[in-house]
């Protein structure tokens, strides 16, 4: 069903291109040349400062660097700290060639200090408060992907694998909105907060590790792989999110972009379908059994 759904979808964006007016833009896919090369040879650097504020958990600030070509021709090679509620540094070295330009590998690396994420109720008459949130501290996180490519990037293989090791700190953490609010509650509103802060710290009690696999194909028919102005990118990408003491989940997304060109070559008209689709392969069971009567009794 969701295939028939995406071509379908394919199909219309297609007939879009075919009854575009000739006079206003200027497409063409099929005798397309790339505008330039595509790898660059000359070094290159900028540093920026970095401000960030997360609503409900804090701010801070830092600071990046990129550095372009230092580890081969199209090569990058990020830098990045910030300090604040949040500290982490990071950096990621992506598009170093391998033996051949046809060839590429990409490494990165995170360490997180401490850090926080608030979580919320869904629905439209969800509470802004956070039902809970969960800090972290000393956690962190690596990934390397391979890349093969061809006709000067317009066709590319690839693959990728990334894991965190996050490490909870749940002394810090506050599982439950209102539990600190105890004594000014009835029983009722009390055995209602203690049960929410059970269940919140079982479901993290078990989170160890995580790990993302992600395949990927990448056709490219384009007039520049940076900064394109004609032509069609279709891309398909295949991910798996598995670890433990979380769910097992599949995503499979699909993107068609197009660009246009006008005929005076100042504007272009870029159209996207984008096609997204997940299921569960492995729900997640706790080790941990939570029973909310028995809490409540032990209390």
């Known amino acids: 069903m969701h295939l028939v759904k995406i071509s379908q979808n394919f199909a219309y964006i297609l007939l879009f291109v075919l009854l575009l007016p000739s006079h206003l833009f200027s497409f063409d896919v099929w005798d397309l040349k790339r505008r330039k090369q595509q790898d ?93 949130t969960l800090k ?49 509650q009835s029983s009722s509103e009390q055995e209602q907060s203690i049960a929410i802060f059970y269940k919140n710290m079982l479901k993290y009690f078990d989170l160890q590790r995580l790990v993302v696999r ?15 102005r004609n032509g069609l990118r279709l891309q398909y990408e295949h991910w798996d999110t598995v670890g433990i003491g979380i769910t097992d989940t599949v995503v499979d997304d699909y993107s068609l972009t197009a660009y246009f060109p006008s005929k005076s070559k100042s504007s272009v008209l870029v159209a996207n379908l984008f096609h997204s689709g997940s299921r569960v392969i492995n729900p997640l069971e706790s080790s941990v059994k939570f029973d909310r009567a028995a809490c409540l009794e032990g209390l």
């Open 214 to 228: 992600r395949q990927g194909i990448l056709i490219d028919r384009t007039d520049d792989r940076i900064d394109p």
């Open 40 to 132: 660059g040879k000359e070094l290159g650097y900028f540093f920026y400062p970095l401000v960030y504020t997360v609503p409900g958990v804090g701010s801070g600030n830092g600071a990046g660097g990129t550095i372009i070509n230092l580890l081969g021709d199209g090569s990058t090679l990020n830098l990045i700290r910030i300090r604040g509620d949040y500290e982490v540094d990071a950096v990621a070295a992506t598009g170093m060639p391998i033996f051949t330009p046809r060839l590429n590998l990409s490494l990165a690396y995170a360490h997180g200090r401490k850090g926080a994420f608030s979580f919320y109720g869904r629905g439209p008459d969800s509470s802004q408060t956070p039902e809970f």
């Open 136 to 184: 972290f501290k000393d956690s962190y996180g690596y990934g390397a992907e391979l890349s093969l490519n061809f006709f000067q990037r317009q066709l590319e293989f690839y693959a990728g694998y990334a894991a965190a090791v996050p490490k909870i700190d749940l002394d810090a953490s506050d599982l439950g909105a209102n539990i600190e609010d105890l004594p000014s």
